[in-house]
């Protein structure tokens, strides 16, 4: 795997830059487990049963930011770009013709525009729904890491099944 270049959070700060910084240290974790491979060894499904595969991951990260901080906290109605019109199928892992290189443009993308959400936000109290549920700010941002190092895990097996690359 590539050198780590990732920014550790800090281990003194207030709520916003801690959660902030935690979340972008995930982001990049994913970023740095995705590294130096070809779009073979990215597509490639290789803990059966399971479909999973790191584009997927990266494609299914692009779909969570843009739930969470676009439609829920902006209140936007952005659809994801590879599911199909009139779906409610996720096609995010739907990787076997996926363009690499567009999976982690639109990753990234959602990254900087949820950050830019986070950084208008007048504080972490601000809310957002899906349905008859509410969401704070707060709690998005803590979900997100959740979400993150839960499929970092998963980028871990599957790193290490591709090349033999561990670590964090």
């Not at 409610?88 to 076997?96: G, K, L, P, Q, R």
């Amino acid at each position: 795997m590539n050198r780590d270049h990732r920014t550790p959070p800090p281990h003194t700060a207030d709520e916003r830059a801690t959660l902030t910084a935690m979340l972008q240290f995930q982001r990049d974790t994913l970023e740095m487990k995705c590294a130096g491979l070809t779009p073979e060894q990215l597509r490639s499904r290789l803990v059966r049963p399971s479909g999973l595969s790191l584009l997927g991951l990266v494609r299914h990260a692009a779909e969570v930011e843009r739930g969470w901080f676009r439609n829920v906290i902006n209140g936007e109605r952005s659809r994801s770009p590879w599911t199909p019109a009139g779906s409610t199928d996720w096609a995010d892992f739907d990787v076997d013709d996926a363009d690499v290189d567009e999976g982690f443009a639109v990753w990234r993308d959602e990254c900087a525009r949820a950050r830019e959400i986070v950084a208008a936000a007048p504080s972490l109290d601000v809310t957002g729904t899906v349905g008859e549920e509410t969401y704070s700010l707060r709690y998005v941002l803590a979900h997100m890491i959740e979400e993150y190092a839960r499929h970092n895990g998963h980028a871990d097996l599957l790193r290490e099944r591709i090349d033999g690359t561990t670590g964090e």
